[in-house]
């Protein structure tokens, strides 16, 4: 098998598998990450810029941007926090 058709083969299908609890924290992660880094400057300032933001820092980083930003920050945590709430059924 060529390393071609090995790529192909594994873009086909994914090996991972993950709730939906589990794939929407990882996204809520990956969004709060986005969020300090894009707003360091003016809401996470003094803290380290190589911070690494996980799950149990996301509240963290919602309520940074509705203390330290503007509008559009605000409406960001205000996504970010709803992000954090499961879906109703």
């Known amino acids: 098998m060529t ?4 790529g192909r083969l594994g873009g086909l299908r994914s090996r ?3 709730s939906a609890s589990t794939a929407r924290a990882m ?7 986005k969020l ?7 809401c996470f300032w003094w803290a380290r810029p ?3 933001i996980r799950a149990a ?3 963290w980083v919602a309520d940074g941007l509705r203390k330290h930003g503007g509008r559009e ?17």
Do not use: G, I
Request: glycine share 0%; proline share 5%.
């Open 16 to 18: 991972r598998q993950l």
């Open 73 to 89: 920050a605000w409406r960001a945590a205000a996504k970010l926090e709803a992000m954090l709430t499961p879906p109703s059924a």
């Open 57 to 59: 820092d996301v509240a």
């Open 36 to 42: 300090f880094r894009t707003n360091y400057l003016t």
């Open 3 to 6: 390393t071609a058709e090995a």
């Open 27 to 33: 996204v809520c992660v990956r969004e709060a990450r």
């Open 50 to 52: 190589d911070l690494t």
